[in-house]
């Protein structure tokens, strides 16, 4: 009788298949949402302020000290 309780004729593998499936579908949704979202952000003048902070930033970095010690020691 214990065992008749745990045996579901299959239903547990399509089960699983379906939740995989669901899964899936929902994680793609959500990646395009978010794509959505990154597009429309880039449109807008919040995305492009923080694009030219960014580049702006990058610049400064790659010009700042040109390989010079930031601190320098001198004796004497």
Do not use: H, I, Y
Request: charged residues 30%; aromatic residues 4%; glycine residues 8%.
């Amino acid at each position: 009788m214990g065992l008749l309780c745990c045996f579901d004729g299959g239903n547990s593998a399509r089960r699983k298949e379906e939740d995989r499936l669901a899964s899936a579908e929902a994680t793609a949704k959500a990646a395009e949402a978010a794509q959505r979202r990154q597009e429309e952000f880039e449109k807008s003048a919040a995305g492009r302020a923080a694009r030219a902070q960014q580049q702006k930033a990058a610049k400064q970095a790659a010009s700042s000290n040109k390989g010079e010690p930031v601190l320098k020691w001198s004796m004497g």
